[in-house]
């Protein structure tokens, strides 16, 4: 019992990670400029970076069935920076959105990625393949 009510926590993080990333980047942009203000608004890129590296580190703890070699940490780094992407598309594309699609936000979303598939130390996901291999 414990074993999936870890598993299903792992998920909800990460379902909430993507969906928190969604809405934030495409809110309007008149709601985004009237509640930050200019100062805040300079750690942009770093505020980009921290929410990828949580997408990605919430991904790896819910999706990765093993120990996460450089293959499968790269293919994490390379889902969460479509996924970065796509959203930046959808930003210059959807009207309501009003917002730019921008290089150095698309950069700055992959290096937080980056960072977390390389610094999510493997016990964290060996722990799930030990206990699910005993059952």
Known sequence: MNRHLNLLLR???FATS???ASCASLLPR???DSDIPRSVQAFELPFHAGVYFVVTLTAMLALARHRPNAATRL?????AT????VLEILQA??????????LSDFFSNMAGAALAAAFVPSRWIAVRETRSANT
């Open 11 to 13: 998920h909800a993080a």
């Open 18 to 20: 993507v969906l928190l």
């Open 30 to 32: 008149e709601t985004v």
């Open 75 to 79: 293919n994490f780094v390379l889902g």
């Open 82 to 85: 479509i996924f970065g992407a």
């Open 93 to 102: 594309m959807l009207p309501w959105v009003a917002r730019t699609c921008t």
